[in-house]
């Protein structure tokens, strides 16, 4: 057999050992609410204009409801709270996908993007219908919807498909120093 060949199943077995849980979903968690939390921030803070305390109180609008405006800075906080909490949820489900499908690690970016979407769409379209927060007098809008459901791609579901990836090769790099 060629090096070659020794050299590309090394590549493949490491891009198919399993990420270690704690690298994936706590780490990718914190990654993916501060990223998703800073766009936030600057898109809809100082682009569009909403004051800061206002945007997390949004989130927490998803367990109280209007009620959250009217809170300060304590439902602020359990907004923030809650963010990363959601965060370390689509990292967990990313983790827990990856076991079922290798793939999700041998092609981390695409996957990772198409992830991202996907996240976007069921928090917008699943998760927040089911919340708290009164969606009747939502309509759709190309001005927030494209940029978040970009931001989503580069921000929540790369950074976790490409620490999940990473996860993976520092896991079979440790398996291979353990075995030697």
């Known amino acids: 057999m060629s090096d070659t060949a020794f050299t590309r199943s090394d590549v493949d077995a490491s891009l198919t050992r399993r990420p270690r849980p704690l690298d994936t979903i706590l780490l990718g968690g914190l990654v993916?609410?501060?990223?998703?939390g800073l766009f936030a921030l600057v898109f809809y803070g100082l682009i569009l204009g909403v004051q800061p305390l206002r945007i997390f109180q949004s989130v927490a609008a998803g367990l109280l409801g209007r009620a959250s405006y009217e809170g300060?800075?304590?439902?602020f906080l359990l907004g923030l709270l809650?963010?990363?909490?959601v965060a370390t949820c689509i990292a967990a489900v990313y983790y827990l996908a990856t076991l079922i499908?290798?793939?999700l690690i041998r092609y981390a970016v695409v996957c990772?993007?198409?992830?991202?979407m996907i996240a976007y769409m069921v928090m917008n379209y699943v998760v927040i219908p089911l919340s708290a927060i009164d969606v009747s007098n939502r309509s759709f809008n190309w001005r927030t919807f494209l940029p978040a459901f970009i931001g989503h791609a580069f921000l929540v579901g790369l950074p976790v498909a490409l620490l999940a990836?990473?996860?993976?090769?520092?896991?079979?790099?440790?398996?291979r120093n353990f075995s030697s």
Not at 112 to 116: K, N, P, Q, R, T
Request: proline content about 3%.
């Open 101 to 103: 499908l290798p793939f």
């Open 32 to 36: 993916v609410g501060i990223l998703d």
């Open 165 to 175: 990836r990473r996860s993976a090769q520092a896991n079979q790099s440790a398996s």
């Open 72 to 75: 300060g800075v304590k439902t």
């Open 112 to 116: 990772g993007l198409v992830y991202g």
């Open 82 to 85: 809650i963010h990363f909490i």
